[in-house]
C-alpha cells in the first residue's frame, strides 16, 4: 500500500519540477527577445549560472550585445548624475544649517580666526615676517582681510609664487593678482620647480595655478601674532 506521504512527496517533485520547466520557458522566451542575463535574473529570480546552463544554446547577436553595452553604460552614467546632483543637494541643506549656527562674524571673532589660521600655516620661524602661503586663493583673501583688520597696508605686502615648469608664469601671476586683488607688480622673484607631468596628474585641481605667499615685515605685528598664540597654548592647551 503506498503511503499517503510518499504520494505527498512525488507531488510536490512534480509541481516543482513544472515550475521549474516553466521558468526556464519564460527564460528561453525573454533571451529570444533580446534580453541580457542580468535582466532575466532580475525578472524571474534565476541564478547567472542555471541561466548560462538553459541558454548556452541561444547566444545574442553581436549587434545586441552592443546595443547593451550602450544601454549600460548610459545607466551608469545616469545613476552617477543622479548620485551627483544628491550629493550638492545634501552638501546645499548642511552648508545653510552650518551657516545658520554661526550666524553673522564679528570684527572680533575674525581676529581669534586669523590667529588661529596664521597658529596653523603661518610662517613662525622668521621673526619680523608675517607670511602665509596657501594653494587655495580663497584661504590667502581671508588672510588678507585679517591683516586688514590688524592695520596693514596693502601697499607694504610681497607676494612670491612657487610654480612647476609647465606652467606660463605671467599668466599664473595674473590669475592670483586678480584673485587676490592685488596689483602685478608685488609678484618677485617667482620660483620654478622641475615639473614631472605625470607625477602632478593627479594634483592638478589643487596644485593647478601653484602656491602663492603674502607676507609683510613687521616686527611689531609679528610679535603681537605670536604672543596672542602662546596666550592661547598657555590657556586652551594645558
Request: aromatic share 10%; glycine share 6%; proline share 1%.
Amino acid at each position: 500500500m503506498v503511503s499517503i506521504l510518499f504520494i505527498v512527496e512525488r507531488l510536490s517533485a512534480t509541481i516543482s519540477t513544472m515550475a521549474r520547466l516553466e521558468d526556464r520557458e519564460k527564460a528561453i522566451t525573454l533571451r529570444l527577445k533580446g534580453h541580457s542575463y542580468s535582466q532575466i535574473k532580475e525578472a524571474l529570480g534565476i541564478s547567472k549560472s542555471t541561466l548560462h546552463y538553459w541558454l548556452v544554446d541561444y547566444p545574442l547577436s553581436e549587434e545586441r550585445i552592443r546595443e547593451l553595452r550602450d544601454h549600460n553604460a548610459q545607466r551608469i552614467e545616469r545613476f552617477r548624475e543622479n548620485f551627483r546632483q544628491k550629493k550638492i543637494a545634501r552638501k546645499k541643506i548642511i552648508r545653510q544649517k552650518v551657516l545658520k549656527e554661526i550666524g553673522k562674524v564679528s570684527e572680533r571673532e575674525l581676529l581669534i580666526a586669523g590667529f588661529f589660521l596664521y597658529w596653523a600655516e603661518g610662517m613662525k620661524v622668521d621673526r619680523g615676517t608675517v607670511l602665509l602661503t596657501n594653494t587655495d586663493p580663497a584661504m590667502l583673501r581671508f588672510f588678507l582681510a585679517w591683516l586688514g583688520t590688524l592695520g596693514v597696508d596693502r601697499k607694504k605686502l610681497k607676494a612670491r609664487l612657487h610654480l612647476y615648469s609647465d606652467m606660463e608664469v605671467d599668466r599664473q601671476i595674473k590669475f592670483w593678482a586678480t584673485e587676490l586683488n592685488l596689483p602685478v607688480s608685488i609678484f618677485k622673484n617667482t620660483y620654478i620647480k622641475k615639473s614631472d607631468s605625470n607625477k602632478r596628474r593627479n594634483y592638478r585641481g589643487r596644485f593647478g595655478h601653484g602656491t602663492c605667499a603674502i607676507w609683510t615685515y613687521n616686527q611689531e605685528l609679528y610679535e603681537k601674532i605670536m604672543m596672542a598664540i602662546d596666550g592661547f597654548k598657555e590657556k586652551y592647551c594645558v
